[in-house]
């Protein structure tokens, strides 16, 4: 069975009609139970000591103290409460621990995460903390890995994440997105892909296999996979134009080549826009549907 990491603080308490889509992560858990997932794997809030070994000690306060500064607030685009902070928390220890079981078990996905404009100074693009960071220094500090792979699949730039490990040679950074979305300055990553707006499924899995065999050149002991279905072309945020189906194959051609070459992975949610957070569970559940059946074949 596939090991998944879920907390149902994961979904932080929002006041009705912001457009960030919270109640998506609820509705993923539910899907996914229909889909006969689970039991889940409940983690626990991470401590500061965690989180600080990829965020600055000051921002770190603040969000647990749930008193960011305003231009910083305005700038993740959420409410800075208790809620936020814990919901931020719980996300970074999930990754954390999805990493661990896709160790001992080669693969095991969240249903949060991805959270990846966060970069070491601030939080940004609703993004408070970077989880994948943060699970990556805390597997490094317990001598669990040495190299890491972040391969980035939403259709915003990466770039907290690219800044984050930029200093870092054991940490290479992946990210293919549309150029011309947020953030309007990019962050240098170990390999950037910025793909004009109106991209299609076939396109874009031809620059997903050459990318693909670009990344895993890379040495790595573990992959960490972030999934962001905002390249679907129903996607509110999104500039590309993937089909349900082209979400699915994508999903299927990164867990395959990656399992391939015998690397652990982690897959992580990412983005996804819209109002309907019932279609949207749906796209996102196409990770976990294609990490099942890869692990039911090997």
Same mark, same amino acid.
């Given at each position: 069975?596939?090991?998944?990491?879920?907390?149902?603080?994961?979904?932080?308490?929002?006041?009705?009609?912001?457009?960030?889509?919270?109640?998506?992560?609820?509705?993923?858990?539910?899907?996914?139970?229909?889909?006969?997932?689970?039991?889940?794997?409940?983690?626990?809030?991470?401590?500061?000591?965690?989180?600080?070994?990829?965020?600055?000690?000051?921002?770190?306060?603040?969000?647990?103290?749930?008193?960011?500064?305003?231009?910083?607030?305005?700038?993740?685009?959420?409410?800075?409460?208790?809620?936020?902070?814990?919901?931020?928390?719980?996300?970074?220890?999930?990754?954390?621990?999805?990493?661990?079981?896709?160790?001992?078990?080669?693969?095991?996905?969240?249903?949060?995460?991805?959270?990846?404009?966060?970069?070491?100074?601030?939080?940004?693009?609703?993004?408070?903390?970077?989880?994948? $960071?943060?699970?990556? *220094? /805390?597997?490094? @500090?317990?001598? +669990?890995? &040495?190299?890491? #792979? %972040?391969?980035?699949?939403?259709?915003?730039?990466?770039?907290?994440?690219?800044?984050?490990?930029?200093?870092?040679?054991?940490?290479?950074?992946?990210?293919?997105?549309?150029?011309?979305?947020?953030?309007?300055?990019?962050?240098?990553?170990?390999?950037?892909?910025?793909?004009?707006?109106?991209?299609?499924?076939?396109?874009?899995?031809?620059?997903?296999?050459?990318?693909?065999?670009?990344?895993?050149?890379?040495?790595?002991?573990?992959?960490?996979?972030?999934?962001?279905?905002?390249?679907?072309?129903?996607?509110?945020?999104?500039?590309?134009?993937?089909?349900?189906?082209?979400?699915? $194959?994508?999903?299927? *051609? /990164?867990?395959? @080549?990656?399992? +391939?070459? &015998?690397?652990? #992975? %982690?897959?992580?949610?990412?983005?996804?826009?819209?109002?309907?957070?019932?279609?949207?569970?749906?796209?996102?559940?196409?990770?976990?549907?294609?990490?099942?059946?890869?692990?039911?074949?090997?």
């Amino acid at each position: 069975m596939l090991p998944v990491v879920h907390n149902p603080k994961y979904q932080a308490v929002f006041p009705p009609g912001h457009r960030f889509p919270m109640g998506k992560f609820g509705a993923v858990a539910r899907r996914l139970t229909a889909l006969g997932f689970g039991p889940f794997h409940v983690p626990a809030p991470a401590p500061a000591s965690w989180i600080t070994l990829a965020h600055a000690r000051a921002y770190v306060d603040q969000v647990f103290s749930a008193d960011v500064p305003a231009r910083i607030a305005r700038e993740i685009g959420f409410p800075m409460t208790d809620s936020v902070a814990l919901r931020a928390r719980t996300a970074c220890a999930g990754t954390a621990l999805t990493a661990r079981l896709a160790l001992e078990h080669g693969i095991a996905c969240n249903t949060a995460g991805g959270s990846h404009h966060a970069r070491y100074e601030q939080g940004a693009g609703f993004c408070v903390f970077n989880d994948v $960071a943060v699970a990556i *220094r /805390v597997l490094q @500090a317990d001598g +669990a890995i &040495g190299r890491a #792979l %972040v391969f980035d699949c939403d259709v915003h730039q990466g770039d907290g994440t690219a800044h984050i490990f930029a200093d870092d040679p054991g940490v290479a950074t992946v990210s293919i997105h549309a150029e011309a979305n947020y953030p309007v300055r990019k962050a240098r990553s170990t390999i950037d892909v910025g793909l004009p707006d109106g991209v299609e499924d076939a396109r874009y899995m031809a620059v997903l296999d050459e990318t693909l065999e670009q990344a895993l050149a890379f040495p790595a002991d573990i992959v960490f996979y972030n999934a962001g279905v905002d390249p679907h072309r129903d996607d509110r945020l999104g500039r590309l134009a993937l089909t349900d189906d082209g979400i699915a $194959a994508r999903d299927r *051609r /990164v867990i395959d @080549a990656v399992r +391939a070459r &015998g690397l652990p #992975l %982690v897959g992580v949610l990412g983005g996804g826009y819209s109002d309907d957070v019932e279609a949207l569970a749906a796209r996102h559940a196409l990770l976990h549907q294609a990490a099942r059946d890869s692990l039911a074949r090997s």
